[in-house]
C-alpha cells in the first residue's frame, strides 16, 4: 500500500473512529460487529470486488484501502484504477482478499468514503466539463459548503474531479462580504481594516458594479462577483481591467455556468460541488474462499 497523506487530516484516526461509530464503542452492548461474530466462522476468508455500476470519477480507493487493512493488515488488496479516473460502468476498482469477518465489518465504512468522494468528483467533473463549453482558461473552485470533519476528504474529491480548492477555512484568507460591510460601514472600511491588519489575501464580495472601484482602492487582492448575471459579469471583468483576480459565485449550474465562464472572470465557484453531489453507485461483492 503506497501512503496516503492530506495535508489537515488524520488518517489513522478518521479510520478508527469511523469503525468506533459503526461498531458502537463505549455504548451498552457495542464494540462488535454482532451479524459478522455470529454468523461467520472466525476462520474464514473472502475475495471481493469493489466495482461501479455508473459512469464515475473515482476518488477514495486509498482511504477503503485503510478501512480494510486496519481491521486486516495482512489482507490483499489491489487497487485497479487510478483517484481522479474516469471509468465506464461496470469497472472494477478493487480486489481484495482476506479475513471475512474483517472485511465485512470494514465494508460499509469503506463503500461510504468512496461513494461519497467519488460523487463529488463526478459532480465536479461534469461543471469543469460544462464550464470548457464557454471558456479554457477559466478555473473552477469550490467552497466551504462542506459536511463537517469532511472538508479536508471533500475538498480533496473536488481536486480529483478537476477543481482547485478555494481557501480551506477561515484562516487562510480573509473573505469579505455582505455581513462584514454592513459592520464595518462600506466596502472600502472592511477591505482597509483587513488590510491595515496584515492579512495578506484579501477576497472581499461585491454584488454591485459600484462597490468594485471602492474594493480595488482600499487593496481588495480577488473580487468575489456575487449573483450577476454574464452581462453584468462580463462589465465587471472589463472594470477590473486585470488589477484583481475576478471570481463569478451564486446562481451557477450545469446550464448557466459556460455563459458565466464567457464573461472572462478568472474563477467560477460552485457550492453544490461538495453540498449536493449524490452518492456514487458502487457496489462490492464477496465470495467464500
Known amino acids: 500500500m503506497t501512503a496516503f497523506t492530506l495535508p ?16 458502537g464503542e463505549g455504548l ?24 461501479s455500476r455508473d459512469a464515475i470519477t473515482v476518488a ?28 465506464a460502468p461496470g ?11 474483517a ?4 465494508e460499509r465504512s469503506a463503500l461510504n468514503i468512496v461513494q461519497h468522494l467519488s460523487g463529488i468528483a ?5 461543471y469543469v466539463e460544462a464550464m470548457r463549453e464557454g471558456s479554457a482558461t477559466c478555473t473552477l473552485l469550490d467552497t466551504r459548503k462542506t459536511i463537517p470533519g469532511l472538508r479536508f476528504l471533500e475538498k480533496y474529491a473536488t481536486r ?7 481557501r480551506m477555512g477561515l484562516w487562510d484568507a480573509a473573505m469579505i462580504k455582505d455581513n462584514h460591510v454592513a459592520v464595518a460601514g462600506s466596502v472600502f472600511e472592511a477591505v482597509r481594516r483587513a488590510r491595515e491588519a496584515g492579512v495578506t489575501r484579501i477576497i472581499c464580495e461585491v454584488d454591485r458594479l459600484d462597490q468594485i472601484e471602492p474594493a480595488l482602492a482600499a487593496g481588495a487582492h480577488h473580487l468575489l462577483l456575487d449573483n450577476m448575471d454574464a452581462a453584468t459579469l462580463a462589465q465587471a471583468v472589463r472594470i477590473v481591467a486585470g488589477r484583481a483576480a475576478t471570481e463569478a459565485s451564486g446562481g451557477v449550474n450545469l446550464e448557466t455556468i459556460a455563459a458565466k465562464a464567457a464573461s472572462g472572470v478568472d474563477y467560477i465557484s460552485v457550492g453544490r460541488l461538495t453540498q449536493s453531489a449524490p452518492a456514487a453507485d458502487i457496489g462490492l461483492d464477496f465470495t467464500p474462499l
Request: proline share 4%; charged share 25%; with cysteine.
Open 91 to 101: 469497472t472494477d476498482l478493487m480486489r481484495l482478499e482476506g479475513r471475512a469477518r
Open 160 to 166: 480529483m474531479g478537476g477543481a482547485q480548492n478555494h
Open 103 to 106: 472485511l465485512l465489518t470494514a
Open 60 to 87: 477514495g480507493l486509498p482511504l477503503a484501502e485503510a478501512f480494510f487493512r486496519h481491521l486486516d493488515p495482512a489482507c490483499r488488496i489491489e487497487t485497479l484504477v487510478a483517484e481522479g479516473a474516469q471509468v
Open 122 to 126: 463526478t459532480l465536479t467533473r461534469a
Open 28 to 51: 451498552p452492548g457495542g464494540g462488535r460487529d454482532v451479524t459478522s461474530d455470529s454468523v461467520i466462522p472466525a476462520d474464514a476468508r473472502f475475495s471481493g470486488v469493489m466495482d
Open 8 to 23: 489537515g487530516l488524520d488518517l489513522g484516526k478518521f479510520v478508527r473512529e469511523t469503525l468506533a461509530e459503526d461498531l
